[in-house]
């Protein structure tokens, strides 16, 4: 835990005013170690201070503020400082190298969220050699993505008010697809995915329907399924699409969604797409 917080301190600009011994702009971290060492609630006050700032701690040079940083990370930064106090270690993970490990914090739980998981590795060095610090993240997503959650893309969003379409009981933020138009979800792990679900505007005359597809790594890059999204006839509304991956992807890699139709005119607008659902069994 504490090494993870000193990887995240060198990425900040923490040591524009800080060094490890020493007074910079400001205090030593061995100093705020030494001077809370013994205090429990420490890392909740640095971790406050960190993302907030201020002065009057250290003198009167005000601290800037790092909003930037979840409570998490920052309380992971007061760790590794308190670690530095005269008989103190770096934290122990209270997990093995390897092993395996069961999460249930997601079990009747009524939020959609994503698991963070993180892995370091620090070492003494030795000498003059200063010790190697790796640290790698996993994400684990909820299985259902909104559409407008996308990274990169030349889709555009929307937001329809509730009651804008029949049924649409709540604000919903959309995708306009448009012909030839993508989305890319960044290092989208489907390892395990059978089946794709998504939910789709239906309105004939206006949304022409096409296909949506969902390629690996490029917007020309494998196709790994493709949903028909169907224009309909008389009604107007949402409906669900889906249909089984062509093959199975076993890595992170960045996923393209494509918008396609026949009509030569470039201003053909496919659907809109409110989510996708990745499913772990096939539907067919």
Same mark, same amino acid.
């Given at each position: 835990?504490?090494?993870?917080?000193?990887?995240?301190? &060198?990425?900040?600009? %923490?040591?524009? %005013?800080?060094?490890?011994?020493?007074?910079?702009?400001?205090?030593?971290?061995?100093?705020?170690?030494? #001077?809370?060492?013994?205090?429990?609630?420490?890392?909740?006050?640095?971790?406050?201070?960190?993302?907030?700032?201020?002065?009057?701690?250290?003198?009167?040079?005000?601290?800037?503020?790092?909003? =930037?940083? *979840?409570?998490?990370?920052?309380?992971?930064?007061?760790?590794?400082?308190?670690?530095?106090?005269?008989?103190?270690?770096?934290?122990?993970?209270?997990?093995?190298?390897?092993? @395996?490990?069961?999460?249930?914090?997601? /079990?009747?739980?009524?939020?959609?969220?994503?698991?963070?998981?993180?892995?370091?590795?620090?070492?003494?060095?030795?000498?003059?050699?200063?010790? !190697? &610090?790796?640290?790698? @993240?996993?994400?684990?997503?909820?299985?259902?993505?909104?559409?407008?959650?996308?990274?990169?893309? *030349? =889709?555009?969003?929307? &937001?329809?008010?509730? =009651?804008?379409?029949?049924?649409?009981?709540?604000?919903?933020?959309?995708?306009?697809?448009?012909?030839?138009?993508?989305?890319?979800?960044?290092?989208?792990? !489907?390892?395990?995915?059978?089946?794709? #679900?998504? #939910?789709?505007?239906?309105?004939?005359?206006?949304?022409?329907?096409?296909?949506?597809?969902?390629?690996?790594?490029?917007?020309?890059?494998? !196709?790994?399924?493709?949903?028909?999204?169907?224009?309909?006839?008389?009604?107007?509304?949402?409906?669900?699409?889906?249909?089984?991956?062509?093959?199975?992807?076993?890595?992170?890699?960045?996923?393209?969604?494509?918008?396609? &139709?026949?009509?030569?005119?470039?201003? @053909? /607008?496919? @659907?809109?797409?409110?989510? !996708?659902?990745?499913?772990?069994?096939?539907?067919?």
């Amino acid at each position: 835990y504490a090494s993870i917080g000193k990887t995240l301190m &060198n990425g900040s600009d %923490c040591i524009a %005013c800080h060094k490890e011994k020493g007074k910079s702009i400001g205090p030593a971290y061995i100093d705020i170690a030494e #001077r809370y060492a013994s205090d429990s609630k420490a890392p909740e006050m640095l971790a406050n201070k960190i993302i907030n700032g201020g002065s009057g701690n250290w003198g009167e040079v005000a601290m800037a503020a790092h909003p =930037g940083l *979840s409570t998490t990370e920052a309380k992971q930064i007061a760790e590794y400082i308190l670690s530095l106090a005269e008989g103190n270690a770096l934290q122990k993970s209270k997990y093995p190298v390897a092993g @395996t490990y069961t999460s249930d914090a997601h /079990i009747k739980s009524k939020s959609h969220g994503t698991y963070v998981m993180t892995a370091s590795y620090t070492d003494k060095g030795g000498g003059k050699i200063e010790g !190697l &610090n790796v640290q790698q @993240t996993l994400l684990l997503r909820y299985p259902k993505v909104e559409a407008e959650s996308f990274d990169e893309g *030349s =889709g555009s969003k929307m &937001n329809l008010p509730a =009651g804008t379409t029949p049924g649409q009981d709540e604000d919903m933020g959309i995708i306009i697809g448009q012909k030839d138009k993508f989305v890319i979800f960044k290092n989208f792990d !489907l390892t395990g995915v059978k089946a794709v #679900r998504g #939910r789709f505007g239906v309105a004939p005359g206006i949304l022409k329907g096409g296909t949506v597809e969902l390629r690996l790594g490029s917007l020309d890059g494998e !196709l790994v399924a493709t949903i028909v999204v169907e224009p309909g006839f008389a009604e107007f509304g949402i409906k669900e699409f889906e249909t089984d991956l062509s093959k199975s992807v076993d890595s992170a890699q960045d996923l393209y969604v494509v918008f396609r &139709n026949e009509d030569p005119d470039p201003a @053909t /607008i496919v @659907t809109i797409m409110d989510w !996708l659902e990745f499913l772990n069994k096939p539907i067919k």
